[in-house]
């Protein structure tokens, strides 16, 4: 299907074009009796949000419905639809363009496939909005997922020349880190690759220019034991879900590339037992062996290109006369959606891994079913 | 599913351990009448095979059945099975180890998941071995896409500090290029890199070690208009399968990870008309927009981890007495397995390509069908 | 999943109960360039709504709204989400009665499979009500059947023991019998069955008492090679639609429980040429054989059972207690469903038959895609 | 697809031609540690093994080869493919008759569905052979459903004029029945019934005639909150499975088409307090309110038709010259196969209710897995 992701345990129907009445997601699979933190959903799309010189004008509230699923409180088992008015549209900007191919967009490859009667305006269906609604399913599955102690947190690790520190080996200030990032808008450990980046976006902002970067993202107490041999590994699910976010161009886990430099002898996980839990003392396999988590931290790295909206003048054609032709893009664009794009990845993997953790996390067998089912006694 | 493939239009069941009776896949969703290429068939799995000194010992016929779907030389259009016998078990080899966890192999996730209950036996159903009948449903796929002008080829583009040269602009070069590789069993285009490579491998092997490399693959002729935005990209849907590949770590599509060194005016791929046709000056985004194909080539990069199976002793753990361990592996690996990984990556990708260009290509009304109905008038 | 249809083609996601906010449907994959007939998706809600003494008094004006997928006039080819807001909700109705399980209704299965989180109100997710958006989602996929001629028509085959008179054989007759049923709010073929079976359900209304009864469906100008052997058989798809609807219990496909009557010999439909066209003298297999349409026409019932909620006293249980109460229901219900249950039925015909027929009639390349393709040149 | 069968938890993938090399399904979603009861399965396929005059001459051992999925007496938890070979094919007798199109067979449809190119000796992929392994594929799920008590069984409720007497109310009495028709090859409560209905049917055969009948099935200890609202409806998933079945053109829960003769008054069951168990008085609903089990038995009657391959010269077609012809058909064939249907039904109803009841039976977390984990300790 075009946007439906058919998990083994959930599933999500994600709708709505950038300039249409609403965007939204269908999510069925959930279990009664989760206490949503719609708190927290708004947390998490506040992340998302564009905010500042580095970020689009275009403000939209973002407030979400939940028409369906939800009941007093808690969801009730049955799907749930979560709805995102549009408000701040400005249309009239792509009337003049319609027909002027925006490089590196999905206007070409869009017209081929629907012959004309995509909504082309803001990108239609493939506008990076649509993602909004991914994250408000995000944030209820690491709900679910923080229920068993397991956290996701992302940084941006590279922009052009400009790396961030790395994760830490140790526990305590991986956790510090990691509750740091997900408290900030702009994920970066160092202060100072912080401002370094911040610099060449707003820098890239002035040129009218766009720049891309390169996501880090941890997961930590994810158990033994969940994932799949081939067709359902980790990595398959995972990067099924990061590869749909618009921009996402790459996905390594652990060393990833950098495998291509080592022997086998550098490169394996040497087990050890250490307190009496089994771990390993590298971790360049991202917690990963045959598709199946081994209790490490599972690492991934996300290459994010550059918005491809950019106010320079570009070469490109025009689809109606199919002639080559100029193009200035007009409207509010974003010079870096790396930084916004974070919390669409941490979204992707708290589906991901809630679906692949569903039986060893006991999902369908809450506690909070026990004391439920008393409410009814 | 641990090990069915659902895509849109075909479904593939693999299954079968290393030292199970036999090995094989159900394939769904074939269309009638089409004159299978057995002999194509076999072609792809000599790919496969291990070969020389850079490859195990363990030598298979990989001689298959087709038991289902198959009748006077055409697809019926029900269920296709194929299996392949295992001929070459040298069980005895694990049972001394069964309980010591081979670094970065599966053993340790797979007791964690499965309990005890697998089969343990030279990596059971996590063994590369599984890999073969994806070869021949992938043999089959690609008959289908050669039909199109379709054509896959790749190259392990680096080994350590080898590289080999990249793939030609030139169409005619490139087509060569594509040849060469598809007639080779060690997939390089450099005569002096396949060399330097070889020695690598085979210096390794000497030393009980192993190395991996970075496969790149190129799809030429893919029409523009196929894919999907979002979950049902063509990177979602070529990421998830070649992540189903053990070894596997890393996919990049395009300029992937180098994304992140560009301006958004660097990396944008510009439209421009070709005699006639819609093209782009560039190919950074590697023929793919919006999840959807321009046209041009479909280029991807697949990190290979060195294979794990290295004869030198490592540290590792006791599963029954959870103790600290050494291991020193016996039986019979290869220091090397990206040039036989190679095919099983072109496989996932007609894989991937014939599913997701199902209607656009027509699949469902081959030319065929029209001669054939006639066979009963 | 709860509540989602995977078809091969398409895929719906049904949300929503019965006094929450909105009620609803995500379509997902359905080609671009439908022109969509609104009004023909407000004909078709006409048929499901109360009217009159035979119908609850609970009137909704069902007005819905097109979120998504849905540009000029045209299906864009992205998921089409459809809402249909909730207006006359009387909540207060249900509270009293929370914990009293009303016999035959959902209300105890709901309780033990969500523990007391489900919306209880008004049947919640279970309610008829949600079958609105399944009917505007069905009037969508029959005007693609009609694109091809295809036709769907029911009536109300008997109630108790009055008797609707049968479909013709002779196709003039038949198609004028399914115009007059697709116009007709109550369908009824002869007047004087219509007449008996109305005095049946007013009168069952004035008792405080419900009647079901048995829908007759037929389906003409299916072409032959539509559906699969096994477990995507015509039956099987339409059966686990049909069965979706609340209140179905039984389904039979021509003969149906009739063939336990014959033998072999009288139930064989034999094949005949009949003006060049392969036919068959009788159509005691509904123009199914071995899963597939053999081009005659599909015909099946469908047994609907009497209206649970009826106002007489009854003894039931309080789920709190655990102790047997009585309880009379209270609120605005139906002496009788199945006239509205029609166009549900429909519905998921043309739901199931799209997506069964979908390549056979090339749904996927459709002919308004060609002249479509040129408002882009 | 064709063949494939995807539930929420489980894969079946169904193969093989009646006159191929094998015949065989994979079945995919097991939990490890299942220890595999082989003689249960051959008790299975014993039931639908041909025997006597009331069945085809064509005798086949049956013998299955378990080729992966399954190790040292226990599931693996990876796919397990069970292939059953075929040994008594006479392809000879249907090459003569190629083109004349059996009536009521699937051999028309199948020619306009795969051009001509379908196996067609023997009904190809259509025979009722291809049943026999989602017999053995049931045996395994019943053998898990028994771990929880539940039972299932069927007896021949009708053929023609004949009825067997019905299930008890008693429990006691009941289990005795479903006791004994589970140990019986002709499933017949009444052993008069059994007479008549054998005679019928060996009459039938003297004059190369054929009989049809209904089954009734029941299914006793499921839970209550099996089962979903609309689309996984338990109506809707066992009947989806049951109409896979050839020659099933009905299916009906409790009442059935008999709801049409009632009053909502008579139609309801009441919810009763009995022995602190919650109950119904009656169970014209067989168990299911709202899709969803409430715990009272799960009843169904499926219609069978005569078997269409009967001795008497019929009229048909010819498919090659598309001119009316004759038809007697020659080979060995059932004059009932009701009998020898009742163990695929109660296959197709295990396989649908383990898959329901997955979460709630705990099916992903038996108690064999920790004693197993003991094993690797």
Chains 1, 2, 3, 4 share one sequence.
Not at 63 to 76: L, Q
Not at 158 to 170: M, V
Not at 256 to 267: N, P, Q, R, T, V
Not at 297 to 315: D, G, L
Request: aromatic share 8%; proline share 5%.
């Amino acid at each position: 299907m075009n946007s439906t992701f058919l998990g083994q345990h959930i599933s999500l129907s994600l709708f709505g074009e950038s300039h249409g009445p609403s965007i939204g997601i269908t999510f069925d699979g959930l279990p009664a009796g989760i206490p949503l933190d719609l708190d927290g959903i708004r947390t998490q799309l506040e992340k998302r949000k564009p905010k500042g010189k580095i970020s689009t004008a275009r403000q939209e509230a973002d407030e979400f419905e939940i028409v369906s699923g939800f009941f007093n409180g808690f969801t009730t088992g049955t799907p749930l639809c979560l709805l995102i008015r549009n408000t701040s549209q400005h249309s009239r900007d792509y009337e003049k363009t319609k027909f002027l191919m925006r490089p590196s967009h999905a206007d070409y490859t869009a017209f081929e496939k629907y012959h004309g009667f995509q909504d082309y305006r803001g990108g239609g269906h493939f506008s990076g909005r649509v993602t909004a609604p991914v994250v408000a399913a995000g944030a209820i599955c690491m709900q679910l997922l923080h229920e068993h102690g397991i956290r996701i947190a992302s940084h941006i690790a590279r922009c052009q020349d400009i790396c961030d520190i790395p994760f830490s080996n140790t526990p305590d200030i991986l956790e510090t880190q990691m509750q740091h990032l997900n408290q900030s808008y702009f994920p970066v450990l160092s202060e100072e690759a912080a401002r370094d980046m911040t610099a060449l976006m707003e820098n890239a902002h002035a040129k009218g220019d766009s720049v891309g970067g390169v996501l880090e993202t941890i997961v930590t107490n994810l158990p033994a034991g969940i994932g799949n041999p081939f067709f359902d590994s980790i990595e398959s699910i995972l990067s099924h879900l990061l590869f749909s976010i618009p921009a996402v161009k790459g996905v390594e886990f652990g060393l990833g590339f950098g495998f291509a430099d080592l022997y086998g002898s550098e490169a394996n996980d040497p087990f050890r037992m250490e307190g009496g839990k089994v771990t390993t003392s590298t971790n360049h396999n991202a917690g990963i062996n045959g598709g199946i988590s081994n209790g490490m931290p599972i690492i991934f790295r996300t290459a994010v290109k550059p918005t491809p909206s950019i106010y320079q003048q570009q070469e490109t054609i025009d689809y109606q006369s199919k002639q080559n032709a100029s193009l200035t893009i007009q409207g509010r664009h974003d010079p870096a959606i790396i930084h916004r794009a974070r919390v669409v990845v941490d979204s992707m993997a708290a589906i991901a891994l809630l679906d692949l953790g569903w039986d060893v996390l006991g999902i369908a067998h809450r506690q909070s079913f026990r004391s439920s089912h008393e409410r009814g006694r």
